[in-house]
Protein backbone atom coordinates (compact mmCIF):
# COMPACT_ATOMS: atom_id res chain seq x y z
CA UNK A 1 0.00 0.00 0.00
CA UNK A 2 1.45 3.52 -1.23
CA UNK A 3 -1.01 5.64 0.61
CA UNK A 4 -2.31 7.01 -2.17
CA UNK A 5 -5.95 6.95 -3.26
CA UNK A 6 -8.01 7.60 -6.50
CA UNK A 7 -11.63 7.56 -7.15
CA UNK A 8 -13.29 6.21 -8.38
CA UNK A 9 -11.49 3.29 -10.18
CA UNK A 10 -13.76 2.65 -12.83
CA UNK A 11 -15.91 5.46 -15.00
CA UNK A 12 -17.83 5.23 -17.74
CA UNK A 13 -18.44 8.57 -19.74
CA UNK A 14 -19.89 9.43 -23.56
CA UNK A 15 -18.42 11.67 -25.97
CA UNK A 16 -18.00 15.35 -24.79
CA UNK A 17 -19.13 14.83 -21.12
CA UNK A 18 -16.71 16.17 -18.43
CA UNK A 19 -14.86 14.41 -15.41
CA UNK A 20 -13.40 15.19 -12.45
CA UNK A 21 -10.94 12.62 -11.01
CA UNK A 22 -9.71 12.36 -7.88
CA UNK A 23 -6.84 12.06 -5.44
CA UNK A 24 -5.41 11.96 -1.86
CA UNK A 25 -1.66 12.04 -1.32
CA UNK A 26 0.68 10.12 0.98
CA UNK A 27 1.07 12.13 4.55
CA UNK A 28 3.32 14.37 4.47
CA UNK A 29 4.00 14.82 0.74
CA UNK A 30 3.53 17.81 -1.36
CA UNK A 31 3.64 17.31 -4.67
CA UNK A 32 1.00 15.23 -6.76
CA UNK A 33 1.25 14.33 -9.97
CA UNK A 34 -1.25 13.05 -13.39
CA UNK A 35 -0.30 10.65 -16.00
CA UNK A 36 -2.42 9.29 -18.49
CA UNK A 37 -1.96 5.09 -19.40
CA UNK A 38 -3.46 4.00 -22.92
CA UNK A 39 -3.57 0.62 -22.98
CA UNK A 40 0.19 -1.48 -23.97
CA UNK A 41 2.11 1.96 -23.38
CA UNK A 42 3.93 3.69 -20.79
CA UNK A 43 2.61 6.49 -18.24
CA UNK A 44 2.55 9.99 -20.02
CA UNK A 45 2.86 12.72 -17.72
CA UNK A 46 0.00 15.30 -17.91
CA UNK A 47 1.03 17.79 -15.19
CA UNK A 48 2.99 18.23 -11.60
CA UNK A 49 1.32 20.19 -8.63
CA UNK A 50 3.68 21.72 -5.85
CA UNK A 51 2.14 23.67 -3.02
CA UNK A 52 -1.21 24.27 -5.13
CA UNK A 53 0.82 25.90 -8.12
CA UNK A 54 1.45 24.18 -11.41
CA UNK A 55 4.84 23.19 -11.55
CA UNK A 56 4.85 21.29 -15.05
CA UNK A 57 3.10 20.10 -17.73
CA UNK A 58 3.05 17.63 -20.44
CA UNK A 59 1.66 17.62 -23.95
CA UNK A 60 -1.66 17.44 -23.19
CA UNK A 61 -4.50 20.28 -24.70
CA UNK A 62 -5.75 22.67 -22.17
CA UNK A 63 -9.03 20.96 -21.22
CA UNK A 64 -6.64 18.58 -18.82
CA UNK A 65 -6.67 20.88 -15.60
CA UNK A 66 -6.18 20.33 -12.59
CA UNK A 67 -6.50 21.69 -8.71
CA UNK A 68 -4.34 20.72 -5.49
CA UNK A 69 -5.62 21.71 -2.28
CA UNK A 70 -4.36 22.48 1.11
CA UNK A 71 -4.40 19.22 2.15
CA UNK A 72 -2.42 18.12 -0.84
CA UNK A 73 -5.77 16.06 -2.07
CA UNK A 74 -5.76 16.69 -5.85
CA UNK A 75 -8.42 16.90 -8.94
CA UNK A 76 -7.82 16.19 -12.55
CA UNK A 77 -10.80 17.66 -14.78
CA UNK A 78 -11.13 16.68 -18.15
CA UNK A 79 -13.42 18.42 -20.33
CA UNK A 80 -15.49 17.37 -23.86
CA UNK A 81 -14.44 14.26 -23.27
CA UNK A 82 -13.01 12.38 -26.66
CA UNK A 83 -12.65 8.61 -27.70
CA UNK A 84 -9.05 8.68 -27.17
CA UNK A 85 -9.36 10.01 -23.76
CA UNK A 86 -9.72 6.15 -22.54
CA UNK A 87 -7.18 5.21 -20.66
CA UNK A 88 -5.81 4.68 -16.90
CA UNK A 89 -5.06 7.70 -15.18
CA UNK A 90 -2.98 7.60 -12.38
CA UNK A 91 -1.99 10.30 -9.89
CA UNK A 92 1.44 10.34 -7.67
CA UNK A 93 2.57 12.26 -4.71
CA UNK A 94 6.16 12.93 -3.79
CA UNK A 95 7.67 14.90 -1.32
CA UNK A 96 9.95 17.49 -3.01
CA UNK A 97 12.51 19.98 -1.57
CA UNK A 98 14.93 21.71 -3.30
CA UNK A 99 18.12 19.34 -3.93
CA UNK A 100 16.12 16.51 -3.53
CA UNK A 101 14.28 14.13 -5.92
CA UNK A 102 12.29 11.68 -3.92
CA UNK A 103 10.50 8.59 -4.84
CA UNK A 104 6.91 8.91 -6.46
CA UNK A 105 4.14 6.97 -4.86
CA UNK A 106 1.62 5.68 -7.32
CA UNK A 107 -2.07 5.21 -6.54
CA UNK A 108 -4.16 2.53 -8.25
CA UNK A 109 -5.75 4.62 -10.59
CA UNK A 110 -9.03 5.22 -11.98
CA UNK A 111 -9.91 3.68 -15.57
CA UNK A 112 -12.18 6.00 -17.64
CA UNK A 113 -13.59 4.41 -20.92
CA UNK A 114 -15.14 7.18 -22.98
CA UNK A 115 -17.53 6.06 -25.43
CA UNK B 1 12.37 15.33 -26.57
CA UNK B 2 13.39 12.49 -24.13
CA UNK B 3 12.27 8.83 -25.25
CA UNK B 4 12.90 5.74 -23.08
CA UNK B 5 12.87 2.52 -24.35
CA UNK B 6 13.07 -1.10 -23.15
CA UNK B 7 14.06 -3.93 -24.50
CA UNK B 8 12.86 -7.15 -24.95
CA UNK B 9 9.31 -6.12 -24.96
CA UNK B 10 7.88 -9.39 -23.29
CA UNK B 11 9.71 -12.70 -21.95
CA UNK B 12 8.95 -16.02 -20.36
CA UNK B 13 11.94 -17.31 -18.07
CA UNK B 14 11.32 -20.91 -16.33
CA UNK B 15 11.27 -20.23 -12.52
CA UNK B 16 14.76 -19.86 -10.81
CA UNK B 17 16.51 -18.34 -13.91
CA UNK B 18 17.72 -15.18 -12.97
CA UNK B 19 17.30 -12.06 -15.74
CA UNK B 20 17.97 -8.97 -17.34
CA UNK B 21 15.54 -6.04 -18.41
CA UNK B 22 17.23 -3.22 -20.41
CA UNK B 23 16.09 0.07 -20.68
CA UNK B 24 18.04 2.97 -22.66
CA UNK B 25 17.05 6.70 -23.09
CA UNK B 26 18.23 9.50 -25.09
CA UNK B 27 19.08 12.32 -23.10
CA UNK B 28 21.66 11.97 -20.62
CA UNK B 29 20.57 15.21 -18.50
CA UNK B 30 18.57 13.15 -15.76
CA UNK B 31 17.85 13.64 -12.30
CA UNK B 32 17.03 9.81 -11.40
CA UNK B 33 15.94 6.86 -13.19
CA UNK B 34 13.30 4.60 -11.55
CA UNK B 35 11.77 1.03 -11.76
CA UNK B 36 8.48 0.29 -10.94
CA UNK B 37 6.43 -2.85 -11.23
CA UNK B 38 3.15 -2.72 -12.43
CA UNK B 39 0.34 -5.80 -12.32
CA UNK B 40 -2.52 -5.83 -14.94
CA UNK B 41 -4.72 -2.92 -14.66
CA UNK B 42 -3.26 -1.77 -11.71
CA UNK B 43 -0.97 1.30 -10.31
CA UNK B 44 2.65 1.13 -10.36
CA UNK B 45 4.86 0.50 -7.33
CA UNK B 46 8.32 1.66 -7.36
CA UNK B 47 11.32 -0.90 -7.06
CA UNK B 48 14.28 0.88 -6.80
CA UNK B 49 15.84 4.76 -7.92
CA UNK B 50 18.99 5.54 -8.74
CA UNK B 51 19.79 8.80 -8.50
CA UNK B 52 22.10 10.20 -11.21
CA UNK B 53 25.12 10.22 -9.39
CA UNK B 54 24.75 6.57 -8.59
CA UNK B 55 25.61 3.51 -10.23
CA UNK B 56 23.64 0.85 -8.71
CA UNK B 57 20.71 -0.07 -6.25
CA UNK B 58 19.81 -3.39 -4.90
CA UNK B 59 16.96 -4.29 -3.02
CA UNK B 60 16.33 -8.16 -1.96
CA UNK B 61 16.59 -10.05 -5.47
CA UNK B 62 16.94 -6.37 -7.14
CA UNK B 63 19.44 -4.99 -8.31
CA UNK B 64 19.62 -2.13 -11.03
CA UNK B 65 22.46 -0.27 -12.45
CA UNK B 66 22.56 2.98 -14.53
CA UNK B 67 25.36 4.15 -16.76
CA UNK B 68 24.31 7.41 -17.25
CA UNK B 69 27.18 8.63 -20.30
CA UNK B 70 26.23 6.03 -22.22
CA UNK B 71 21.79 6.26 -21.54
CA UNK B 72 21.21 2.89 -19.96
CA UNK B 73 20.08 1.05 -17.32
CA UNK B 74 19.40 -2.41 -16.48
CA UNK B 75 17.36 -4.73 -14.06
CA UNK B 76 18.70 -8.07 -12.56
CA UNK B 77 16.39 -10.04 -11.13
CA UNK B 78 17.74 -13.22 -9.29
CA UNK B 79 16.34 -16.42 -8.74
CA UNK B 80 12.85 -15.41 -10.57
CA UNK B 81 9.50 -16.40 -9.05
CA UNK B 82 5.96 -16.66 -10.36
CA UNK B 83 5.11 -13.49 -8.14
CA UNK B 84 7.18 -11.55 -10.39
CA UNK B 85 5.09 -11.83 -13.19
CA UNK B 86 4.28 -8.47 -14.14
CA UNK B 87 5.36 -5.44 -16.36
CA UNK B 88 8.30 -3.55 -15.36
CA UNK B 89 8.52 -0.01 -16.60
CA UNK B 90 11.61 2.25 -16.55
CA UNK B 91 11.48 6.07 -15.89
CA UNK B 92 13.54 8.97 -15.96
CA UNK B 93 13.21 12.34 -14.50
CA UNK B 94 13.98 15.46 -16.29
CA UNK B 95 14.63 18.83 -15.05
CA UNK B 96 10.80 19.34 -15.59
CA UNK B 97 9.74 17.17 -13.01
CA UNK B 98 8.28 15.20 -15.64
CA UNK B 99 8.77 11.22 -15.32
CA UNK B 100 9.64 9.87 -18.84
CA UNK B 101 8.34 6.00 -18.93
CA UNK B 102 9.58 3.40 -21.36
CA UNK B 103 6.39 0.64 -23.07
CA UNK B 104 7.46 -1.77 -20.52
CA UNK B 105 8.83 -5.56 -20.44
CA UNK B 106 5.94 -7.78 -19.76
CA UNK B 107 7.65 -11.00 -17.64
CA UNK B 108 6.07 -14.31 -17.41
CA UNK B 109 7.97 -16.69 -14.84
CA UNK B 110 7.01 -20.20 -15.67
CA UNK B 111 6.32 -22.80 -12.53
Known amino acids: ETGVTQSPTHLIKTRGQQVTLRCSSQ?????VSWYQQALGQGPQFIFQ???????GRGNFPPRFSGLQFPNYSSELNVNALELDDSALYLC??????????????FGSGTQLSVL | KQEVTQIPAALSVPEGENLVLNCSFT??????LQWFRQDPGKGLTSLLL?????REQTSGRLNASLDKSSGRSTLYIAASQPGDSATYLC??????????FGTGTRLTVIP
Open chain 1, 92 to 105: ASSLWEAGTNEKLF
Open chain 1, 27 to 31: SGHNT
Open chain 1, 49 to 55: YYREEEN
Open chain 2, 27 to 32: DSAIYN
Open chain 2, 50 to 54: IQSSQ
Open chain 2, 91 to 100: AVLTGANNLF
